[in-house]
T-cell receptor
């Protein structure tokens, strides 16, 4: 089991460019999440998908879009990158195999927008 | 609204106990979690506690929950240099709300 995988690991964009961050999980989890991590602010939820075919906004959705392509994959798109989107992005998934609903995290994508 | 607060830094000597504290606001949380993040890596679940428990022990880790004061703590006994990391508490009133993280530095 690879768990949660993310690509790319690093990315540098110019202001106004677009890109898609990819995430996949092989644990048959229903729910998937995108967070951003900024110094001193913990993790903030951008979007989540409680199940295949559904997506909902989290705490900081502006400037992002998501697609739950199938049960395994959940992508995050930046249509027009801004320097304020420089951050580390984490994808996570959770299931109901254990009642604690613990989330499993990917290794992160470090994005710099210049 | 929902909020989780942690102190940002803790420094201890190797072999001492570490206590990381967290306060939360949502009394409907069913589970509370402690995650560990090592440098350059994602978060890994360390332990969790169900809201009807006061204490949970797991090897060197002890979690204490005071529901009346909405206070959660993580005690690491015999702290080692490998425990140096950022520790996040999180609550779940539906979807995870994370604290800012406490950076634990263990000095030899």
């Amino acid at each position: 089991n690879a768990g949660v995988t993310q690509t790319p690991k690093f990315q540098v964009l110019k202001t106004g460019q677009s890109m898609t961050l990819q995430c996949a999980q092989d644990m048959n989890h229903n729910s998937m999440y995108w967070y951003r991590q900024d110094p001193g602010m913990g993790l903030r939820l951008i979007y989540y998908s409680a199940s295949e075919g559904t997506t909902d906004k989290g705490e900081v959705p502006n400037g992002y879009n998501v697609s739950r392509l199938n049960k395994r994959e959940f992508s995050l798109r930046l249509e027009s990158a801004a320097p304020s989107q420089t951050s580390v992005y984490f994808c996570a998934s959770s299931g109901q195999l254990r009642s604690s609903y613990e989330q499993y995290f990917g290794p992160g994508t470090r994005l710099t927008v210049t | 609204g929902e909020d989780v607060e942690q102190s940002l830094f803790l420094s201890v000597r190797e072999g001492d106990s570490s206590v990381i504290n967290c306060t939360y606001t949502d009394s409907s949380s069913t589970y509370l979690y402690w995650y560990k993040q090592e440098p350059g890596a994602g978060l890994q679940l360390l332990t969790y506690i169900f809201s009807n428990m006061d204490m949970k022990q797991d090897q060197r880790l002890t979690v204490l929950l005071n529901k009346k004061d909405k206070h959660l703590s993580l005690r690491i006994a015999d702290t080692q240099t490998g425990d140096s990391a950022i520790y996040f508490c999180a609550e779940r009133p539906g979807k995870l709300i994370f604290g800012q993280g406490t950076e634990l530095s263990v000095k030899p």
